[in-house]
């Protein structure tokens, strides 16, 4: 289905992650089926394609340990048809897992592996100071220019 591509949720036992059908899926050990743990991550894991990757149900037991933590997935980007590596860090309550939120998440939209955690890097921006600094010296050029051709 469009638009859908992991679902965390109470399925009266404990948290479980539901992934769409292949090839998205969430990164597990385990016998693939629905009873595949969900993979925790630490900050910097690599998630790619030579990962496990569950479809459908996948159990969270590991996750119900009341801190945040991170889960891998993969998802076909409807958009591009590229298959998509991501991450989502879910912060769990002790006990079953609930209740449970996502906190942050993040993809690489290439097709290319990311690693837990990995953001955008954002391109340095000028200071406007900077900014200042080069208008005045093209203005200083142009008046220099004038008195030249004076």
């Known amino acids: 289905m469009v638009g859908y591509d992991f679902n965390p949720y109470n399925n009266n036992s404990g948290l479980t992650f539901y992934g769409a059908a292949a090839p998205s899926g969430i990164l597990a050990t385990?016998?693939?089926?629905?009873?595949?743990?969900?993979?925790?991550?630490?900050?910097?894991?690599?998630?790619?394609?030579?990962?496990?990757?569950?479809?459908?149900?996948?159990?969270?037991?590991?996750?119900?340990?009341g801190r945040q933590e991170y889960v891998g997935l993969r998802f076909l980007n409807e958009t591009?048809?590229?298959l998509n590596y991501g991450w989502a860090l879910i912060n769990t309550t002790a006990g079953n897992g609930f209740p449970a939120s996502v906190v942050a998440y993040g993809y690489e939209n290439t097709g290319l592996s990311i690693t837990a955690g990995e953001t955008a890097v954002a391109a340095d921006v000028p200071e406007p100071a900077s900014i200042?600094?080069?208008?005045l010296a093209l203005g200083a050029m142009g008046v220099s220019r004038r008195r030249k051709s004076a």
Do not use: E
Not at 36 to 58: E, H, K, M, P, Y
Not at 132 to 135: I, S, T, W
């Open 30 to 65: 385990g016998t693939p089926g629905t009873l595949a743990q969900a993979r925790v991550l630490q900050f910097g894991d690599l998630i790619s394609s030579t990962g496990q990757f569950n479809q459908f149900q996948t159990r969270g037991d590991n996750f119900q340990a």
């Open 80 to 82: 591009t048809g590229v």
């Open 132 to 135: 200042a600094l080069v208008g």
